[in-house]
């Protein structure tokens, strides 16, 4: 009895580690290209508080360490601005920039309490 008892409370600790180091309990992310512990260590590796995730479907990926939404928005206005957009508008999660008659919509999502995913179209900074 004591040795399934010992078992089973070993098997839970073991589970619990493998959930915990491998960040399970994080949500979903529509990146495909990264893990959620991938993401983690690069935002938390890094000396900025935006870093490039990854460049998949014509989309390039960022992650904004920030728990203020306007903040984060701030940011990226100033990374779409800095590459001659003009920015126009905010509806929702999109954020709406235009340059020599094209649009660009950027879009963002909270991703837990302490980060923000930006969606952005690769051709941005042309």
Do not use: C, H
């Not at 935002?43 to 984060?72: C, H, P, T, Y």
């Not at 999109?94 to 919509?105: H, P, T």
């Amino acid at each position: 009895m004591k040795k399934s008892i010992i078992v089973i409370g070993l098997t839970i600790i073991l589970f619990g580690a493998f959930i915990f180091f491998n960040k399970l309990y994080y949500p979903s992310l529509p990146i495909e290209s990264m893990s959620k512990k991938e993401v983690l260590e690069k935002i938390n590796d890094a000396d900025k508080e935006m870093v490039q995730l990854s460049n998949e479907k014509g989309k390039k990926w960022f992650i904004v360490s920030e728990r203020n939404v306007s903040v984060a928005d701030e940011m990226i206005k100033e990374m779409v601005i800095q590459n001659g957009w003009i920015f126009k508008q905010k509806d929702g999660s999109g954020l709406f920039f235009e340059k020599k008659g094209e649009s660009l919509i950027v879009t963002t999502q909270k991703w837990t309490g302490d980060y923000v995913l930006v969606e952005i179209p690769v051709n941005f900074n042309e």
